[in-house]
């Protein structure tokens, strides 16, 4: 059996204002065509299908006009998982009309783990496939607040929840292949943030848990399953050295830290288990997506910068641009340079950063960096050390400054 694993889609999304959906639209073709030209049997989506909990119209059709179009081609099934950037409700409102097109989309943990497990049957009608199909775990599916919990209580609760709920779902599948009359694989879904998991600047990947990391240990995963098609990193990566654990990684970048970062989806042939209890023999391969719209990050002194933008500009294709200005001299007038250069071209600069004019004008809060070198907890460590506060108190502060930016961006999400 062929599997196609994708993740983090994340559409709707723009980037300094632009809008990106005609490369939402040019990705979607493109892993259709795929889903044809590798005769994929079922379609693993694992999580942030949309970038927001309320996403616009033309994000809506994008996704349900791709799943119609796959439920007309030769792959037999989707399964879809919500993400923390999906609304639970929102993915599972069409739910059961959906599943009329073999589309599975499981939104929110169900009361009964037995009911994550989806029996996938192939053309004849025959079992070929056992799904733990296991969606984001927010905080309150997984643990009960208690009166006077530490952070470190907290912190054990939430990953003890998570295992917990992972062994109870594939408990169940196990019950359920133990029924049938041939052994079938087993094949695992979630949305997390795995420890060791590599990210990189400017990528969006957000923390899931108020006031905790939560990173969970490849451990955690039962060792019933045959592969673990994960979402939420988009960083392509195996978990824990696991070639059957992956995040797929987002197929589009999501910054221009991204920028150099090859994308894919991971290509999984299942072969059948040789009997009761027996793992299947798995191959993943990962197919590279195309790139849609080129994205550059130009950094360096004036120089630099101008060398770079007329190599751009000799090849005349479309990219859009971040400029870093790190000279030593100070140039007011940067963006204007920056808009000569690139005038009657197709390049287009979305951001630009003028290190040197920011450092003069900032400079009596530190010579060395500006705000924009700084993100939000860089800067409260700098205000930790401003205000001297005493060491012992940096820990429980820092949690809590946690807290409070982790539920402002989830109060950001839920008002777009």
């Not at 599972?92 to 996938?120: I, M, R, T, W, Y």
């Not at 007038?333 to 009657?344: G, I, K, S, T, Y």
């Not at 860089?378 to 949690?399: G, K």
Request: a negative charge.
């Amino acid at each position: 059996m062929i599997l196609l694993h994708t993740s983090d889609w994340h559409l709707g999304r723009a980037l300094y204002g632009r809008s990106r959906y005609d490369e939402f639209q040019a990705f979607l073709d493109w892993l259709a065509q795929a889903i044809e030209t590798h005769a994929v049997d079922a379609l693993l989506v694992a999580g942030d299908v949309f970038d927001t909990s309320t996403p616009s119209n033309r994000a809506q059709q994008l996704y349900y006009r791709f799943l119609c179009r796959v439920a007309a081609s030769r792959c037999r099934h989707v399964v879809v998982i919500a993400g923390n950037h999906d609304s639970p409700s929102f993915l599972d409102a069409p739910k059961e009309l959906l599943k009329v097109l073999q589309v599975h989309v499981v939104g929110q943990p169900c009361p009964d783990p037995a009911d994550e497990v989806l029996l996938l049957r192939d053309a004849q009608g025959r079992p070929e496939l056992l799904v733990c199909a296991v969606p984001y775990l927010r905080d309150r599916d997984i643990r009960t607040a208690e009166a006077g919990e530490s952070l470190q209580d907290k912190e054990r609760k939430l990953l003890e929840g998570i295992g917990a709920h992972y062994a109870a779902v594939a408990r169940a599948a196990q019950a359920r292949r133990a029924a049938l009359d041939c052994p079938v694989p087993i094949v695992a879904m979630g949305h997390l943030f795995t420890a060791g998991g590599h990210t990189i600047e400017g990528d969006g990947v957000r923390e899931l848990y108020v006031g905790s990391l939560a990173h969970v240990g490849a451990g955690i995963f039962p060792d019933c399953l045959d592969y673990l098609a994960l979402g939420h990193l988009h960083v392509a990566q195996q978990v824990g050295g696991h070639a059957h654990l992956r995040y797929c990684g987002s197929p589009l970048p999501m910054g221009f830290g991204e920028a150099r970062q090859g994308k894919s989806v991971c290509l999984v042939t299942l072969d059948e288990p040789p009997g009761a209890g027996g793992r299947a023999a798995v191959q993943v391969a990962q197919l590279p997506i195309p790139v849609f719209q080129a994205l550059e990050r130009v950094r360096g002194d004036w120089d630099a910068i101008a060398a770079r933008l007329a190599e751009l500009k000799a090849a005349a294709a479309p990219i859009w641009l971040e400029v870093i200005y790190e000279g030593q001299a100070v140039i007011g007038d940067l963006r204007q340079r920056l808009d000569a250069a690139v005038a009657d071209t197709p390049i287009e600069i979305l951001r630009v950063k003028n290190s040197r004019l920011a450092e003069r004008i900032l400079a009596r809060i530190d010579e060395r960096e500006t705000l924009d070198d700084l993100d939000e907890h860089q800067v409260f460590e700098r205000c930790l050390a401003a205000h001297e506060v005493p060491a012992a108190q940096h820990e429980a502060l820092r949690q809590a400054y946690r807290e409070a930016v982790l539920s402002l961006q989830q109060q950001d999400a839920r008002a777009q």
